[in-house]
């Protein structure tokens, strides 16, 4: 029970368990072989180096503070995040809930006394029987305890703690997903700010372009063609402003959920800045293998395959014989010792002791059928496993792929940024000349705006790249060990409502990290 050592409090009930016995039916479980490839595919800048430093604090390596700040906020403040904490403490208190029944599953204690009024009190006993003044008391301590032959109970305790701890690697799971939300949204944020201050930039030098028509058309040089043109092209790029001002709106607010504040706190919090996130040039990758180690949603899925194996066994000991000891113990009183030393003496002390054998007989199928639906179910989490294993590669090599290219496309297009405001230079100088039309002006304008707009989106999703390569790796979960699962604020909540002794620290509500991880295996065939 190497799985229990930080059931610390519940230590002498499973020794008794398995003193009594040590069989257990059903199968036991090993986390089974999933398809995994040795490398990621090879691709310029990205190494095999496991990102152990670096994947704990990923987002630091876009060295901005803002960001560090946000992340930091969303992980104390938001509600999603908050609810996942709480359901690993209920799954912690089915734990110890299960762990309880391996004690005597009755304890109680039966306090009766019974009295009656009669015309004559002297004597207890009159010669038509028993007189009605008598009083008659019992306190009786009554136990029953259902005998763990067959591994019922600790199946079941098998079955919660995987559970417990499948709940936790969901936490994680959120907990990923959270921060590289917060990443991504945040890159977008920047990258709405920075399209629209290349609108500006835009807008105002075709202002300028308009002056120039204008003054053209003053002088007689050109016709009103050039100033209606100059004037649409303005108008047009001018269009653009509201929606991607729109889209910022949106992005804030998807934000400020996330921080789990109010839009007009995440606004201030964000601030305005047309600076996008630059990500390294390099990426640390680690093999396919480390996902099972990393990934919580791989763990998790394991965990729930773990849970569901062992209640193959709770299921199926059920079918089997059921032995109970049953017993009272206490003291009984009447009228003629009332006193309290009299009551609890040995004289007046009572016990009783029996065995119950259960054989299920007649079910009706009900049983063995419940043994199948518990076998399909684990089926089920094998298959389920295998499946997220995949996908978590696929999840990994696409983001690889779109990291590489991202970044070749955000040199290709710094080229055309610059190629392009050359042309708008050149065509506007000779326009102004009158050796060239305004349509070569339009034209060159047309594709700077282009490659600019295009150039922001393209270094947005280059960051975003790398954020969605650590979120397919697994990365960022382990904040969880800085603070605990929940606030303090929902803390001091619960507290007040309900005495969970000391299951809301953090020592308490999480396990000791060895114990945590599934190790990779093949799955077990039952044995009964």
């Given amino acids: 029970m190497k799985a229990l050592r930080f059931l610390h409090p519940y230590r002498l009930a499973i020794a008794t368990s398995l003193i009594l016995t040590s069989c257990m039916v059903g199968p036991n479980f090993s986390t089974p072989e999933a398809r995994i490839q040795g490398k990621w595919k090879k691709y310029e800048g990205i190494s095999d180096r496991p990102p152990v430093d670096i994947d704990r604090s990923w987002w630091k390596q876009f060295h901005d503070s803002r960001l560090d700040s946000l992340v930091d906020t969303a992980y104390r403040n938001n509600p999603s995040l908050q609810a996942a904490g709480t359901r690993i403490l209920g799954a912690r208190a089915e734990l110890n809930q299960s762990v309880g029944n391996l004690f005597p599953q009755k304890q109680d204690l039966i306090l009766q006394g019974r009295g009656n009024v009669a015309s004559d009190p002297n004597n207890i006993w009159t010669p038509s029987g028993l007189n009605e003044n008598y009083l008659s008391t019992q306190a009786l301590l009554s136990v029953s305890w259902e005998i763990d032959f067959w591994g019922k109970y600790r199946r079941q305790i098998q ?12 936490y994680d799971s959120i907990l990923v997903t959270l921060v590289a939300d917060v990443a991504s949204t945040y890159v977008n944020i920047r990258t709405l700010q920075a399209r629209l201050e290349v609108n500006r930039a835009n807008i105002a030098q075709q202002k300028k372009s308009v002056e120039v028509a204008m003054a053209r058309r003053t002088a007689g040089r050109v016709g009103d063609l050039d100033v209606e043109q100059a004037k649409a092209q303005l108008a047009t790029t001018e269009a653009e402003g509201p929606s991607i001002q729109a889209a910022l709106q949106r992005a804030i607010d998807g ?131 295998q499946h997220v294993v995949l996908n978590a590669q696929r999840e990994v090599q696409d983001a690889l792929a779109d990291y590489v290219n991202n970044a070749r496309r955000v040199a290709q297009l710094q080229a055309a940024v610059k190629a392009a405001s050359s042309a708008v230079q050149i065509a506007s100088l000779q326009y102004e000349l009158g050796t060239a039309d305004y349509a070569r002006v339009l034209t060159a304008q047309n594709q700077r705006l282009a490659a600019e707009d295009a150039l922001a989106q393209a270094k947005g999703l280059y960051a975003n790249s790398l954020i969605a390569a650590y979120r397919a790796m697994g990365g960022g979960w382990e904040l969880r060990n800085e603070a605990g699962v929940i606030s303090p604020a929902t803390r001091a909540q619960m507290a007040s409502r309900t005495n969970w002794g000391n299951m809301l620290e953090i020592n308490q509500h999480l396990p000791p990290a060895a114990e945590f991880a599934p190790t990779p295996g093949a799955a077990s065939q039952p044995s009964r």
């Fill in 255 to 385: 934000m400020a959920v996330l921080l789990g504040e109010t839009p007009a706190e995440t606004e201030r919090r964000v601030g305005s800045s047309s600076s996008i996130p630059t990500p390294p040039s390099n990426l640390a990758a680690g093999v396919p293998a480390d996902l099972l180690r990393r990934r919580p949603d791989v763990r998790q899925a394991g965990l729930e395959a773990a849970s569901r194996s062992a209640r193959i066994g709770v299921e199926f000991a059920k079918i089997l014989p059921s032995f109970s000891l049953n017993g009272t113990f206490g003291y009984t009183g009447g009228s003629e010792n009332t006193s309290l030393s009299n009551f609890f003496n040995w004289q007046q002390a009572a016990a009783n002791s029996a065995g119950s054998l259960v054989v299920p007989i007649f079910n009706y199928g009900r049983l063995v059928n419940q043994v199948r639906v518990a076998d399909a179910s684990f089926q089920e989490g094998l298959l389920n496993y």
């Fill in 159 to 170: 079955s919660d703690r995987a559970g417990y701890l499948a709940t936790i690697a969901a």
